[in-house]
């Protein structure tokens, strides 16, 4: 993506692909090299005249669309942070997106233990559950260790984000922080 001041604003050009949401969003934020080099990010509305969402469905079957601009029009109030700010900006955005996918799939585990807890308990072999059985009991134990490392690992993940923002200082954008 490129972007262009035109003296009373922004004009994009370019193409991103995979936006995950593009298709219901208000918004998305798009990172674009202004003429200097430098990297911006930018709130784009996807139905603004000159944006294209091209469908795509991934192979998990979800919606991605590619987002093709053409001259589109952003008004200087759409524009994170100051020009040429979108590195910062978007390494912040990449961690704490990260962090949220990390959470999500302890989230994931946690309820595959409970799962497999439930079915040990329920499923029977001989008269007896099955997690009655050293080694099914030791293999679940095990998962449970490593689900409770998992979490340990996220909160302290967590931690030195929050942390690296109090020695860096506020983050370049965040709520109530868009350029006015």
Not at 112 to 129: D, G
């Amino acid at each position: 993506m490129t972007a262009r001041h035109d003296g009373t604003g922004w004009r994009l050009e370019g193409r991103c692909s995979l936006v995950p949401a593009a298709h219901v969003a208000q918004r998305v934020l798009v990172p674009a090299a202004t003429e200097d080099g430098e990297l911006s990010v930018f709130l784009v509305d996807p139905r603004s005249e000159g944006a294209e969402l091209e469908r795509v469905e991934t192979t998990d079957e979800q919606l991605r669309p590619n987002l093709h601009l053409k001259s589109v029009r952003v008004p200087d109030a759409e524009l994170l942070g100051e020009a040429g700010s979108g590195a910062a900006i978007v390494e912040w955005i990449r961690q704490r997106a990260t962090l949220s996918l990390c959470a999500l799939q302890l989230g994931v585990a946690e309820r595959a233990l409970e799962m497999t807890a439930t079915y040990t308990t329920e499923r029977k072999q001989f008269n007896r559950p099955i997690g009655s059985f050293q080694a099914v009991h030791q293999r679940a134990a095990d998962a449970y260790v490593q689900v409770q490392a998992m979490k340990v690992t996220l909160w302290r993940a967590i931690h030195l984000c929050d942390e690296s923002h109090l020695v860096a200082g506020d983050p370049p954008v965040g709520p109530g922080r868009r350029r006015q």
